[in-house]
């Protein structure tokens, strides 16, 4: 069973993000143990987005600390691209996975190169699509593994 926690910056808001995170939740259990993190969400300026993202590199720094054991991946359209067979593969482990997604000003150079990262396509996506996209990926990834039809 895949173990797996997704670490993202800021609070989905909307009721159709929410609603497809449900459902791929719902989906993902029978194959992964996963928790969502949501850290907050630094509010900013023109003349405070630095500071705003440093504060939120922190607060991750903060949560990863205790999960020294884990496979962690930062998620950034400057990240390996993968194919959804390459993705299972990737994630097959009997390994805790944590994977992380940024606020609306990115991951700072320091945590940026600290932690290897997974592209979802070299597009930026808004971080609740990102979210979505995550989990289907990651039910996809889990139905590969188990071998059960989704994957064509």
Known sequence: MLNITIIAIGRVKEAYWREAILEYQKR?????????????????????????KK?????????????KNAEIYLLSEHGELFDSPSFAKKIDSNQEIVLVIAGAQGFTKDLAVKYPKISLSPLTFPHELARVVLLEQLYRAATIINKKDYHY
């Open 55 to 67: 504060d939120e590199a922190d607060n991750i720094e903060l949560y990863l600390n205790k999960k």
């Open 28 to 52: 993902l259990q029978p194959y992964a143990r996963l928790k969502i993190e949501e850290l907050k969400a630094e509010s900013f300026s023109d003349s405070t987005k630095e500071k705003a």
